[in-house]
């Protein structure tokens, strides 16, 4: 490679002589990713006094992943960790003064590396437990990096990889069952894709779940190739998987404890060839128990909740604690959607509000979350859903659906995500 003209000084000095270079031992985090040219890079990092004392890295890429990688611990070194997490591949480039085209993607993969060592980081921290010889959590922390096998790591690294290539998680919870929020992942998903977006929905509704007999996937099954879980697709923008697949008859029951919960979304995360997405929509369970947990522990940023309700007092009370479950795992809420607010008569066009209207609005306001819409009833919802007919599409111009169709809009806006192309391993 003749690299004299194409590239700067800032960078050609990096080629041969890369700052930060190795591993480090000990480390407070650690990260592998392979970007899609090939290339793989490593990161260390060591915390001190919640700031990034120390940044290694290696790759086995060529120059410019060299460059990239060692601007990505200089810029990193001696900020605070949230403020290292803020480090954009626009950054790593105007520090070297640019990289010619064809190279920018080794400064995307020096970011996601230098990331996902953060989120390493932190993942090790909220996990540690108080070592039982001098009640310190870093001590343990220590052991628990000790004790984690080759496998533990590789897994992990599986996952992450998984999910930098994910432009956005959507995690749809609701306080009670019955509320619509499946019918609205359902429905989220295909105007998502129908808006061109490229979508998985992954429903993680282990004890009712009902995806697949709203998409009319009643009958679908996962198939293996290479390793991977092959998802259902509709069309050639949406991927579903759903635990209904693997049952062998939609009247068996599924009786799994937290763990083998947590296990089965990790693995519905990382062994699905998801491919690269732009949202991935997580259809969870009522309530705020052990899978919007897991979801919340596993999927990394960004991700954010879309908190469905029905207008009445006894619905909202949930929500409420769908938004401090929120505060606490860290997930910004996207909005609320007040969903069946209000029918409408369909002989006089009046408006008949079965389940009182405006719960969800005062709701948003009094959390302070934003709100994404209110959906009416409209029994036709009620028909596609049983027939595995998609609402949204078949009744583009109903004042559901047109309600339906502003709330995807305002998602869009507040999760604007770089395009599938460009972000192929990007957060
Ligand atoms: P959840 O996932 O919260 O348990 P579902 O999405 O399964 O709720 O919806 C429960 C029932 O309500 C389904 O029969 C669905 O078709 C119906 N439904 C959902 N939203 C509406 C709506 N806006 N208008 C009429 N029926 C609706």
Same mark, same amino acid.
């Given at each position: 490679m003749n690299t004299d003209q194409a590239f700067t000084p800032e960078a050609l000095e990096r080629f041969e002589q890369p700052r930060n270079y190795g591993p480090l031992d000990p480390w407070d985090g650690h990260a592998r990713v392979t970007g899609p040219c090939g290339d793989t890079m490593e990161f260390w990092l060591r915390i001190a006094d919640r700031r990034i004392a120390q940044a290694t890295f290696t790759t086995d890429g060529c120059g410019p992943s060299r460059a990239a990688g060692s601007m990505a611990t200089e810029l990193a070194i001696g900020k605070l960790v949230k403020e290292a997490s803020q480090i954009e591949q626009n950054d790593v480039l105007q520090a070297l003064d640019g990289l010619p085209k064809e190279w920018e993607h080794? @400064?995307?993969?020096?970011?996601?590396?230098?990331?996902?060592? =953060?989120?390493?980081?932190?993942?090790?921290?909220? *996990?540690?437990?108080?070592?039982g010889e001098c009640s310190k959590t870093e001590c343990s922390s220590k052991q628990r990096l000790a004790n984690e096998s080759e496998q533990d790591f590789l897994d992990r690294q599986a996952l992450t990889q998984r999910m930098c290539q994910i432009g956005h998680k959507l995690l749809v919870m %609701?306080?009670?069952?019955?509320?619509?929020?499946?019918?609205?992942?359902?429905?989220? $998903?295909?105007?998502? @894709?129908? $808006?061109?977006?490229?979508?998985?929905?992954? &429903?993680?509704? =282990?004890?009712?779940?009902? #995806?697949?007999?709203?998409?009319?996937?009643?009958?679908g099954h996962v198939t293996m190739r290479n390793g991977e879980m092959v998802p259902m697709e509709?069309?050639?923008?949406?991927?579903?998987? %759903? =635990?209904?697949?693997?049952?062998?008859?939609?009247?068996?029951?599924? =009786?799994?404890?937290? +763990?083998?919960?947590?296990?089965f979304i990790r693995q519905?995360?990382?062994?699905?060839?998801?491919?690269?997405? &732009?949202?991935?929509?997580? &259809?969870?369970?009522?309530? *705020?128990?052990?899978?919007?947990?897991s979801v919340a522990q596993l999927v990394g940023h960004p991700a954010g909740a879309i908190l469905v309700?029905? +207008?009445? &007092?006894? @619905?909202?009370?949930?929500?409420?604690?769908?938004?401090?479950?929120?505060?606490?795992? %860290?997930?910004?809420?996207v909005g609320i959607i007040e969903n069946m607010s209000g029918l409408l008569c369909p002989h006089c066009g009046g408006q008949i509000d079965l389940f009182k209207t405006g719960g969800g609005e005062s709701l948003a306001r009094e959390m302070g979350v934003p709100l994404l819409g209110r959906i009416p009833i409209? +029994?036709?919802?009620?028909?596609?859903?049983?027939?595995? *007919?998609p609402y949204i599409h078949h009744f583009a111009d109903s004042p559901a659906a047109l309600a339906f169709a502003k709330v995807v809009e305002r998602v869009i806006a507040s999760t604007q995500v770089?395009? *599938?192309?460009?972000? %192929? #391993? $990007?957060?």
């Amino acid at each position: 490679m003749n690299t004299d003209q194409a590239f700067t000084p800032e960078a050609l000095e990096r080629f041969e002589q890369p700052r930060n270079y190795g591993p480090l031992d000990p480390w407070d985090g650690h990260a592998r990713v392979t970007g899609p040219c090939g290339d793989t890079m490593e990161f260390w990092l060591r915390i001190a006094d919640r700031r990034i004392a120390q940044a290694t890295f290696t790759t086995d890429g060529c120059g410019p992943s060299r460059a990239a990688g060692s601007m990505a611990t200089e810029l990193a070194i001696g900020k605070l960790v949230k403020e290292a997490s803020q480090i954009e591949q626009n950054d790593v480039l105007q520090a070297l003064d640019g990289l010619p085209k064809e190279w920018e993607h080794c @400064a995307l993969l020096a970011v996601n590396t230098l990331k996902a060592a =953060i989120r390493d980081c932190q993942e090790r921290r909220r *996990t540690a437990q108080p070592c039982g010889e001098c009640s310190k959590t870093e001590c343990s922390s220590k052991q628990r990096l000790a004790n984690e096998s080759e496998q533990d790591f590789l897994d992990r690294q599986a996952l992450t990889q998984r999910m930098c290539q994910i432009g956005h998680k959507l995690l749809v919870m %609701s306080g009670k069952g019955g509320v619509g929020k499946s019918t609205v992942s359902a429905n989220l $998903a295909i105007s998502l @894709a129908l $808006a061109g977006k490229q979508v998985g929905l992954l &429903d993680v509704d =282990i004890h009712g779940p009902s #995806i697949p007999k709203l998409l009319g996937l009643e009958d679908g099954h996962v198939t293996m190739r290479n390793g991977e879980m092959v998802p259902m697709e509709i069309g050639d923008h949406l991927k579903v998987i %759903s =635990i209904a697949f693997f049952l062998s008859s939609n009247r068996d029951a599924v =009786i799994w404890r937290g +763990p083998m919960k947590y296990g089965f979304i990790r693995q519905f995360l990382k062994d699905v060839a998801w491919g690269p997405l &732009d949202y991935l929509v997580i &259809d969870a369970p009522p309530g *705020t128990g052990d899978e919007p947990l897991s979801v919340a522990q596993l999927v990394g940023h960004p991700a954010g909740a879309i908190l469905v309700t029905t +207008p009445q &007092d006894l @619905a909202i009370a949930d929500v409420r604690r769908s938004v401090s479950f929120c505060e606490k795992v %860290s997930m910004p809420v996207v909005g609320i959607i007040e969903n069946m607010s209000g029918l409408l008569c369909p002989h006089c066009g009046g408006q008949i509000d079965l389940f009182k209207t405006g719960g969800g609005e005062s709701l948003a306001r009094e959390m302070g979350v934003p709100l994404l819409g209110r959906i009416p009833i409209d +029994p036709q919802i009620v028909t596609c859903g049983d027939s595995g *007919t998609p609402y949204i599409h078949h009744f583009a111009d109903s004042p559901a659906a047109l309600a339906f169709a502003k709330v995807v809009e305002r998602v869009i806006a507040s999760t604007q995500v770089a395009p *599938t192309e460009n972000r %192929s #391993i $990007a957060n």
